[in-house]
């Protein structure tokens, strides 16, 4: 009965974090389009993608998790570039471009 009740837990522990990392995605996916448009990049593929999950205390010395992603964009529909967002719970820690062309 303990392994059942422990196996319930974990399964739901994992949907619990999916269904945030969804959430968490999709604003670093609207952080990065706003990103793209505020420099007059063309952002890519309209997504995100995962790269690293860790913990990390945020400014009030909670522990939460910090999730990395990155993303294409492009300057002159010629090249792709990519950019790097990180996520502090469910908000935007820091964007980063790569250096790319001016047109």
Sequence with gaps: MIDNGMAVLL?????WLWW????????AIKAARHSCERSGLTFLND????TKVRLKRNRLGRVQLQRTYFFEF???????????I???GHQ???ISLDAYRVR
């Design 92 to 94: 935007v820690n820091k």
């Design 20 to 27: 945030d990392g969804r959430g968490v995605a999709e604003n």
């Design 74 to 84: 492009a300057s002159d529909m010629e090249q792709r570039y990519r950019g790097e």
């Design 47 to 50: 997504t995100v993608a995962w």
């Design 11 to 15: 399964l739901m522990g994992l949907a």
């Design 86 to 88: 990180i996520m502090l």
